[in-house]
């Protein structure tokens, strides 16, 4: 089945950088959509930034000029760069890939969103 491995999450002063990586196991037939989303305490989840099957990008208004999402397609895997931190940057980190991968139990193509697990990001000084 499909598995989203994330990483890169931390603990890192104002102004500091990270990366975020999210790497995806299993057979995808197509890939319509890496993106990442966060979600901080007592807030709602809203989409941080996403790269389409074509190379576009697109972010979020409070991350622009900060973040940079991309993709490495042979490894299927998306990253989050994150620079000039802020504390209101503090959040769950969540990547979603949106495809076709196979599911085993169905015995085809099955087109979903998939989560990662999330990794939480601290911005503190």
């Known amino acids: 089945q499909v598995q989203l491995e994330e990483s890169g999450g931390g603990l890192v002063q104002p102004g500091g950088s990270l990366r975020l990586s999210c790497a995806a196991s299993?057979?995808?037939?197509?890939?319509?959509?890496m993106n990442w989303y966060r979600q901080a305490s007592g807030k709602e989840r809203e989409r941080v930034a996403t790269?389409?099957?074509?190379?576009?990008?697109n972010y979020a208004d409070a991350v622009k000029g900060r973040f940079t999402i991309s993709r490495d397609n042979a490894k299927n895997t998306v990253y989050l760069q994150m620079n000039s931190l802020k504390p209101e940057d503090t959040a769950v980190y969540y990547c979603?890939?949106?495809?076709?991968?196979?599911?085993?139990?169905?015995?085809?193509?099955?087109?979903?969103?998939?989560w990662g697990q999330g990794t939480q990001v601290t911005v503190s000084s």
């Open positions: 979603k890939i949106s495809g076709a991968a196979w599911a085993w139990i169905s015995g085809r193509y099955t087109l979903n969103d998939y």
């Open positions: 299993g057979r995808f037939a197509s890939i319509n959509a």
């Open positions: 790269i389409t099957s074509g190379g576009s990008t």
